[in-house]
Structure formats: structure tokens, C-alpha cells
């Protein structure tokens, strides 16, 4: 209970600086749209329609590219900034890319939020990947497929919108996908930099938007 308190705290903090930075004030309206708790993203992205990204999508593709052709373990990079300012964006050019595709075997893109559920995760990576929904629901049967489908192949897998910071839960997913091939890459965007600063295995560096920190 202790920890879920510190995460919502948190993520609270976090809120409150984006208001004080952006200059927002409190007021009440009335809600043009239903809440939706879900933040859903896709991977798609109309490259022609975006400014300002090319220097930062360069030094990703750049880095992904070099590490699966030098096939190192599996990594991790993240993508850290505020909300607003284009993290999604800046990994769908990044997945898009023609050469980020010749470098990886499978690809697949999922919208975590803060509902950081390992099954729901498992069972998404496979929807993403397979392209057609997934009717299994246990985690075992869930993960022994996700492995059989990555067994000998170089996957890259964007986790977008990551809140969670529990290495507990990340080592529940990570046992399944360490089964890919040398080479296979992790990229995680997230408002929290320590998300982005956590001890992954095979942790690489992460961006904070305009420059490279670590």
C-alpha cells in the first residue's frame, strides 16, 4: 500500500510541474468528451506532417541500427520529456524507419499507460505482432507463445507511455523477452525520468528530449 501511495504521489508531482511550466490555471467546465482512463496510441505516424524531430530520430536510428548489427543483449532506451512534446511522435518515425525495419525480424508497438499488467502486455505484444486478436488468457500459455515467436529472432518493442517503475513487474515481462535474438531493443517513453534512469539489464541510454543525457 506504502508503494502505491509513492507512485501516485508521483505521478501527481509530475502533473503539478507540467501546470506550473505550461502556465495552466484550475477552472470548471463541463467535459466535452467522456474520460477515457486508456491513453491508446498506434504506431502509425504521417512523417510528412511532422517539424522539428530529424536531428533526434537520426541519433535513435543510428544507434539501433549499429546495435543489432553488432548483436549485443537485449536493450533498453528511453525516451523522457513532458507531456506534449513528442515522445509518441519521435518513436513512431523511429519504427517506421525503412532501415530500423530491415534491421529487426519483428516489430511491435504497445500503449502502456499506468496499468503496467504483465498479462495484458504479453497478450498485446503478440496482437501487435500477429496482427489479429488473441484469445488465450492465462499469463503461462500467454509468455510460452510470446517466446516461441521470438526464439532466434531480433524484435524491436516500443513501450509507449510507461508510468510504472516496479522492477518486480519489468522482470515478469523481461523473462520473455529475453529469448530474442542478440540484437533485440527495447524503447520506452515515459513522463518520469526515473522510469527512464531504472537499472534495466542491458540499459543503453535514454533521451530527454534534445539532447542525450547518459
Known amino acids: 500500500m506504502a508503494r502505491k501511495f509513492k507512485n501516485a504521489r508521483e505521478k ?70 513532458m507531456g506534449g512534446l513528442g515522445k509518441t511522435t519521435l518513436a513512431q518515425l523511429v519504427y517506421n524507419d525503412k532501415n530500423v525495419a530491415k534491421a529487426f525480424d519483428l516489430r511491435a508497438w504497445v500503449c502502456v499507460s499506468d496499468d503496467f499488467d504483465i498479462k495484458r502486455l504479453t497478450k498485446a505484444i503478440l496482437e501487435s505482432i500477429e496482427g489479429k486478436s488473441c484469445d488465450i488468457q492465462e499469463l503461462d500459455p500467454l509468455q510460452r507463445r510470446l517466446v516461441g515467436m521470438f526464439v532466434g529472432k531480433r524484435f524491436l518493442l516500443v513501450l509507449d507511455d510507461v508510468w510504472n517503475e516496479y522492477h518486480d513487474k519489468w522482470d515478469g515481462l523481461k523473462q520473455a523477452l529475453q529469448c530474442g535474438a542478440r540484437g533485440s531493443t527495447v524503447i520506452v517513453t515515459t513522463r518520469l525520468e526515473k522510469v527512464a534512469l531504472m537499472n534495466y539489464d542491458g540499459y543503453n541510454s535514454f533521451l530527454s528530449l534534445g539532447m542525450f543525457v547518459r
Open 12 to 81: 501527481l508531482d509530475a502533473i503539478a510541474e507540467e501546470k506550473s511550466k505550461f502556465h495552466l490555471r484550475e477552472c470548471v467546465a463541463e467535459a466535452a468528451i467522456e474520460w477515457n482512463e486508456d491513453r491508446q496510441t498506434s504506431s502509425l505516424v504521417k512523417e510528412s506532417e511532422i517539424l522539428g524531430r530529424a536531428d533526434e530520430k537520426k541519433k535513435i536510428v543510428s544507434m539501433l541500427v549499429s546495435n543489432a548489427s553488432h548483436h549485443d543483449d537485449l536493450s533498453v532506451y528511453a525516451i523522457c520529456g
